[in-house]
């Protein structure tokens, strides 16, 4: 027994020695300071809209039905049910500081890269769509990151089947926390190989560790599903057939994941390149400008090198668009920027082609400042984009406060109302009325690419939460869309006309009706 004691003593000293401490710090760092330059104002401000009406966790039915059943456990045994801004952010620095030196760690990044790539991966616009819109969720997405790579660093680095067996538990969580940041793995997995590639690797060894890597993503997936299946069979729910859910992923054929491979190609190239309301002029001639030193880095790199390795590295190249992208396959091209935080990974390549991977030293080092200025100029207007879509979301969050407080007020007015007990139906479109929030401003916020919105209240979900913890009120309020189309079509509600015309609010049929649009 004691000699067992020791033994583990020692493999555990062993590991901690095996910290690089510099790096470490230098990539907490890193995560601190842009996490608060980028979404300080989301940590220290509270703006609930849309689904960040959850202000005290309660979507266990929705999270089953998702097949995110990990958030059920995530939110009540670790970060706590109530959405606090501060403690979502605390959490979230820290999964991106580990996410950042263990992605160095496997590549033998430099420091400065690790930094750079830190600073990308926190400041990103899918970080800021997280925490403007989906606030609650940020820290569980950011763990689900976190999960993705600690899996490839497994594989990479543990005893083969231990690696297989941890690698396939953490891609099972991962999965089960959202699904999208699978291509985390699936990238950093392609990059070890390009990094294999580089070293002139055996073809053998090289499809062995390719092969490994697709053994523990199908395992993952495997234990995935086995555990989705699980927990359907105990809640007694069935899988959501919607737009993002996986219902529809479960029904695609093998032709039609290959069919999507070229529109795979182009929407990684559209949402990097294209313009979008985060996605600015400068960004994209940043981005288009390391790109082009991505290919030029490559071609350097390959002068020289035999045949074995030139293939196995554009292999890898030319996949990684796929693999850093591959939800667009499964999810029939229904993509948002929330499922594409792994596509902020594709600016590794120009940092380990001048001089960012230890493997892979250059003479020169104007490369490596070009590559790094770009870097953190894209890190800057990630920042400033940030805070002007949080700036935009407190501004419809206290416009859609004060207004429904007003219509409440009014309510409370009408003859026969009692707080409480009367039912209160809000028909009609709360984004397309007269309370939603118009700015041409804020028109690059509005757009829609970071799923902003111009109404704090926006389905029916929302009237439910917004009344329950944003307003503390008791009022009987219809949270069915269902029913609330019902009572739309009653022949007096369509006379009524819209808010904020007089009459906008009546009792009809024993409710009390508010009118927001036709």
């Not at 590794?348 to 490369?367: H, V, Y």
């Amino acid at each position: 027994m004691m000699q067992h004691l020791e033994k583990t003593e020692n493999t555990v000293c062993q590991w901690l020695r095996g910290i690089d401490t510099a790096l470490l710090r230098a990539v907490a760092a890193a995560a601190a300071v842009c996490m608060l330059l980028a979404h300080g104002f989301a940590f220290t401000n509270l703006f609930p809209n849309h689904d960040s009406t959850v202000l005290v966790y309660d979507a266990q039915w929705t999270m089953y039905v998702l097949g995110r059943w990990a958030q059920n456990f995530y939110f009540p045994l670790v970060r706590g049910k109530i959405a606090a801004p501060w403690l979502i952010g605390a959490f979230s620095t820290v999964y991106l500081a580990l996410t950042g030196y263990i992605i160095a760690r496997l590549l033998h990044l430099r420091r400065w890269s690790a930094v750079l790539l830190t600073g990308l991966l926190g400041t990103c616009a899918s970080v800021t769509a997280q925490l403007a819109t989906y606030t609650y969720e940020t820290d569980a997405y950011m763990l689900a990151m976190l999960l993705a790579c600690t899996a490839v660093w497994c594989t990479e680095k543990l005893p083969r089947v231990w690696g297989m067996i941890c690698a396939a538990g953490c891609l099972c969580v991962s999965l089960a926390l959202y699904q999208s940041y699978i291509q985390f793995a699936v990238g950093l997995y392609l990059l070890v190989l390009l990094q294999r590639a580089l070293q002139d690797t055996a073809w053998r060894i090289w499809l062995q560790q390719g092969l490994r890597a697709l053994a523990a993503l199908a395992l993952g997936a495997v234990v995935y599903v086995v555990s989705l299946k699980i927990s359907l069979a105990l809640t007694g729910y069935q899988l959501a057939d919607t737009g993002n859910g996986l219902a529809q992923m479960l029904r695609l054929g093998p032709a039609a994941v290959l069919t999507a491979i070229p529109a795979a190609y182009a929407d990684f190239l559209k949402t990097l390149l294209g313009y979008s309301g985060w996605n600015d002029r400068g960004m994209r001639m940043a981005t288009a400008l390391l790109l082009a030193m991505t290919a030029a880095g490559l071609l350097v790199k390959l002068r020289g090198c035999n045949k074995r390795t030139i293939v196995q590295a554009v292999a890898v190249v030319l996949l990684l668009p796929i693999g850093l992208n591959v939800s667009y396959l499964l999810a029939s091209g229904n993509m948002y920027i929330l499922m594409q935080h792994a596509l902020f990974l594709v600016y590794l390549l120009p940092m380990i082609f001048f001089g960012g991977s230890e493997l892979f030293p250059m003479s020169r080092r104007a490369g490596s400042a070009v590559v790094g200025l770009l870097c953190a100029f894209l890190i800057l207007r990630n920042c400033i984009c940030a805070n002007g879509a949080y700036v935009y979301t407190k501004l419809v969050y206290d416009n859609t406060a004060r207004q429904m407080t007003q219509i409440m007020a009014e309510v409370g007015k009408l003859d026969g109302y009692e707080p409480g007990v009367t039912p209160v139906a809000f028909v009609g479109s709360f984004t397309d009325s007269e309370l939603a929030y118009h700015d041409p401003a804020f028109s690059r916020y509005e757009e829609g690419d970071l799923h902003q919105v111009n109404s704090a209240v926006t389905y029916d979900g929302t009237i439910k939460w917004w009344f329950q913890h944003v307003m503390g009120s008791s009022a009987a309020v219809i949270a069915d869309q269902s029913a609330l189309n019902a009572v739309q079509e009653i022949p007096a509600v369509q006379s009524m006309p819209s808010y904020p015309s007089q009459g906008y609010c009546a009792i009809v049929n024993g409710m009390a009706v508010i009118k927001m649009s036709e």
